[in-house]
């Protein structure tokens, strides 16, 4: 099973972008579904973008065009490239793993603020 370290949330401004990243340890990081998820205060956890392993993506509507999620096997990571970024995308964001027969994983989560 892999271990999921996130990175890269912090204060931004309305219109600003931030980089997530998620480094996960373990073996075959590449036959890994990946996928990001936040929660905002007083809310549910939501899907925000989720990666197959073969690479096929797809996004919440509420960033479609503004997100982009990549990942790049030779270094354990997948990425979120949040641009154009809104106070409500304000949340703690959450990486996942999930395997089908390893099972599945999750970050400890990094906080995104955005306000001006």
């Known amino acids: 099973q892999v271990q999921l370290v996130e990175s890269g949330g912090g204060l931004v401004q309305p219109g600003g972008s931030l980089r997530l990243s998620c480094a996960a340890s373990?073996?075959?990081?590449?036959?890994?579904?990946m996928g990001w998820y936040r929660q905002a205060p007083g809310k549910q956890r939501e899907l925000v973008a989720r990666?197959?392993?073969?690479?096929?993506?797809n996004y919440a509507d509420s960033v479609k065009g503004r997100f982009t999620m990549s990942r790049d096997n030779t270094k354990n990571t997948v990425y979120l490239q949040m641009n154009s970024l809104k106070p409500e995308d304000t949340a703690v964001y959450y990486c996942y793993a999930q395997h089908i027969s390893r099972g599945d994983a999750w970050g400890q989560g990094t906080l995104v603020t955005v306000s001006s």
């Open positions: 373990g073996r075959a990081f590449s036959f890994y579904d």
């Open positions: 990666m197959r392993s073969g690479g096929s993506t």
